[in-house]
């Protein structure tokens, strides 16, 4: 007969024992290889392949845009047509799918294509604002301010959507705030000796409004989903990219006929700074970057989810950062140095809170 425990044994015996760092890791590790063994090859190839896509295309699009400016374009208009002039690449990759997927195209009817045209035209005013924030800032600096898209996603979809906010979302919102007003108490060594400082300011403000309105339009096409489509399959996603993107072009194209800035891209190009084939790669190279980086953005939010594109997201910021500095000698002081951590910071907290909602009750 075995002896009776004391009741301190009992305590200790009844008291959960405590995990080791080591032990979340190799439970981490195990978690992630079940993940693994559940998806064919191909699905994590073509995650691979997207997250490379938003890591290398986005941070490129925004060099090139600043690029533009720096040798010497000065077309707003001519940088937000070139935004969505890569519009094809993304019906390259639709068309297929309804082969392989044994799918049909989504019928249009007269709300969808209202929705499609206006998500568009904010689409197409989003861009000209983010052209005018790159004509007169510092890449990394607007790469900065964009981070600010993430708040208004998150306000606008808990209002129009009806998406749960949590304190660390809350938390977030308030952190990027903070970044961003760090940035705009240090724009005396921020802006470039040809800026004027009505100029930055104005470069400051489109930013944020572009910002406000991406959020604007990212709660809206989720509302699309949501309401008139029902589901978000691979080629619905795709669909909705297709016609937004295109109808931006029709409106973005009617800009820059009726500002006649057609006719001035031979001028332009001539006074270009490497002459008429840089200024012909620059635009080039602009339309295909930022249509790879969106549809790599598409991608990850459809193979993985909206977690893993914020941590993409948060990447992305600091490498676009990193590469203004090294390859156009962006101005990186201690306040930017610290708004971007604090940015980091913000992205890091919102991502927290949106994955804790992923996770089911015990």
């Not at 790159?134 to 898209?149: D, E, R, W």
């Not at 590469?323 to 000698?329: E, G, M, N, R, Y």
């Not at 101005?331 to 951590?341: A, C, E, T």
């Amino acid at each position: 007969m075995q002896p009776l425990l004391e009741p301190g044994d009992q305590m200790e015996e009844a008291s959960p024992t405590p995990v080791s760092f080591w032990s979340k890791i190799s439970a981490f590790r195990t978690m992630a290889w079940e993940a693994y063994r559940k998806k064919p090859i191909s699905h994590w190839i073509l995650l691979f392949l997207s997250s490379a896509a938003m890591l290398v295309a986005f941070p490129a699009s925004s060099i090139l845009s600043r690029l533009y400016y720096s040798n010497g374009g000065t077309s707003k208009w001519i940088i937000s047509w070139v935004a969505v002039a890569g519009w094809p690449l993304t019906a390259l990759i639709l068309f297929p799918t309804y082969y392989f997927c044994k799918t049909f195209p989504t019928p249009l009817n007269f709300k969808l294509t209202l929705s499609y045209t206006v998500l568009g035209f904010l689409s197409a005013a989003d861009n000209l604002m983010y052209a005018y924030a790159y004509a007169y800032l510092p890449a990394s600096t607007a790469a900065l301010l964009a981070s600010s898209s993430l708040v208004f996603s998150a306000l606008f979809g808990y209002f129009l959507v009806k998406n749960k906010l949590n304190a660390s979302i809350i938390n977030a919102i308030v952190v990027i705030t903070a970044a961003m007003t760090i940035i705009a108490l240090d724009s005396d060594s921020d802006k470039y000796g040809d800026i004027t400082n009505s100029q930055y300011i104005m470069g400051f403000v489109w930013d944020i409004l572009g910002s406000a309105l991406h959020g604007l339009i990212f709660a809206l096409s989720e509302l699309v989903f949501v309401k008139l489509l029902g589901r978000r399959s691979f080629h619905v996603v795709l669909e909705q990219q297709l016609m937004v993107s295109l109808f931006a072009f029709v409106f973005t194209t009617i800009g820059v006929i009726v500002n006649k800035d057609f006719q001035g891209m031979k001028s332009e190009a001539k006074s270009f700074k490497g002459g008429t084939t840089s200024y012909l790669l620059v635009l080039i190279w602009g339309a295909i970057t930022f249509q790879l980086g969106v549809l790599g953005a598409t991608a990850v939010l459809f193979l993985s989810s909206t977690v893993l594109a914020g941590v993409l997201n948060a990447i992305r910021v600091p490498l676009t950062s990193i590469a203004a500095v090294i390859l156009l000698d962006d101005p990186m002081g201690g306040f930017k140095i610290l708004s971007l951590m604090v940015t980091f910071w913000g992205f890091g907290s919102y991502i927290y809170g949106s994955s804790s909602f992923g996770k089911d009750p015990s």
